[in-house]
């Protein structure tokens, strides 16, 4: 076999590896099947999380495409962004998913500007990734996202009754780390991941019902 082919082999055979470590860990939660709840408005002390509409396409289209805010977001995301890039996601996959119980979408807003759209958050029905999000960069550093996260672990683990959350995410992306870290949330799982930035190191961080729990007291 040729040098270089035997390389290519290697490293495909690696990210594969790297991938079925992500099997044992991952799975759906079977209650999702009694917990198709319709998503409801969330407030915190600054924020609504108002449920998402396909109206809301115009203001994510102006914000969200930006490198600093996606190039750590998973891979599958079309970089450049299109010009319809948010109108397609919102019509033809979020709402879709949301109509079908399998995805929970806010977006999110300061409480003294309602009108204003700055960030986005989910939660999924999904192996081993159950939420995401992203936050416009003026407004990053001030303790938001922080919110909007805590009041989603109480939906998922009160309103859906679920026992475990899930979310990966590039080790680079020390922001959203100590987020998890604030969370109570650890690393369950170390490996590599397809980001929109190329596949870099990646870990897989949880939260389970007991210790979310136990972090309200």
Not at 53 to 62: F, G, P, S, V, W
Not at 168 to 180: M, P, Q
């Amino acid at each position: 076999m040729p040098l270089v082919t035997a390389a290519k082999a290697a490293v495909q055979s690696r990210r594969e590896s790297a991938d079925a470590q992500l099997a044992p860990m991952s799975f759906v939660d079977s209650r999702f099947e009694m917990s198709m709840a319709q998503t409801p408005t969330l407030f915190t002390g600054r924020l609504e999380l108002r449920p998402l509409e396909l109206a809301d396409h115009e203001a994510i289209q102006q914000k969200f495409p930006k490198w600093e805010i996606v190039r750590l977001l998973a891979a599958g995301l079309p970089w450049p962004y299109p010009s319809d890039g948010a109108l397609s996601f919102v019509r033809d996959v979020t709402l879709p998913a949301v109509e079908r119980g399998e995805e929970w979408a806010w977006t999110i807003r300061p409480q003294a500007q309602p009108d204003e759209l700055i960030g986005g958050i989910s939660l999924f029905a999904k192996e081993g990734e159950n939420r995401g999000y992203w936050l416009d960069s003026d407004w990053q550093r001030q303790g938001l996202m922080l919110e909007a996260c805590e009041a989603t672990s109480r939906f998922w683990f009160e309103q859906l009754g679920q026992s475990v959350l899930r979310e990966y995410k590039a080790v680079e992306n020390e922001g959203s780390r100590r987020l998890s870290q604030r969370q109570h949330m650890r690393v369950i799982w170390r490996g590599e991941r397809d980001f929109v930035a190329g596949r870099l190191p990646a870990e897989t961080w949880e939260l389970t019902a007991d210790e979310w729990r136990r972090a309200q007291v």
